[in-house]
């Protein structure tokens, strides 16, 4: 089994004072590091690999290895920066994990995703559900087959992908759904975001 990996690392950090947010120090290691070394935790629990792709300005430093690429013309918002980053895939695979570079366990999450998915194989993704029942779109597994009907669908139907709200994007497809606890939901948007992530680091 190979899981590939979509992370969105750009957008405007505004409420953090317009941070480069991939490269905020997160108890001492970047945003994007933490995520990025949570992906190799996972994989290595699931016994799998798979190619990784960060959507990002070229400001933010990709490890070695890792595909970098950006929605052209960039800003062009999360729907636009995911469907770049499956576009530089170069193997295909049933599965993609959809990640945001800013909820740094988000990825520990993910073998139960995929167990979830693959039990309900009717379905198109699975999702995880934040303490509070919001559907995290960026913290999912899902199908490659449906993503790429679904915008083939969006393309002749809305047209341009820039712009373009992720949750009307997924609204059509088929998912199940993962209440997962606030410390793997948790994203981080302010100051106070950053500290409390420290503590949930602290003590995971």
């Not at 599965?95 to 039990?119: Q, W």
């Not at 759904?177 to 948790?186: I, N, Q, V």
Request: with cysteine.
């Amino acid at each position: 089994m190979e899981l590939p990996a979509v992370i969105l690392a750009g957008g405007a950090a505004r409420r953090l004072g317009g941070a480069c947010k991939p490269d905020l120090d997160l108890s001492g290691t970047r945003l994007l590091d933490h995520v990025l070394e949570a992906l190799r935790a996972a994989r290595a629990e699931l016994g799998c690999a798979g190619e990784t792709v960060v959507v990002a300005p070229p400001e933010v430093r990709v490890p070695e290895g890792i595909t970098r690429v950006l929605e052209d013309p960039p800003r062009g918002g999360p729907l636009a920066g995911l469907t770049a980053g499956l576009d530089a895939l170069t193997r295909d695979t049933p599965f993609v994990a959809a990640l945001a570079c800013d909820a740094p366990r988000a990825p520990e999450a993910l073998p139960n995703l995929v167990r979830r998915l693959i039990d309900a194989p009717r379905t198109d993704g699975a999702i995880a559900l934040d303490p509070d029942g919001r559907e995290q779109y960026l913290l999912g597994i899902y199908r490659c087959a449906a993503l790429a009907a679904r915008r083939e669908q969006w393309e002749a139907e809305v047209g341009a992908l820039r712009g373009g709200s992720l949750r009307r994007f997924v609204a059509p497809l088929s998912l199940v759904r993962l209440e997962l606890p606030h410390a793997l939901t948790h994203d981080i948007d302010t100051p106070a975001d950053l500290d409390a992530a420290a503590g949930s680091l602290g003590s995971s």
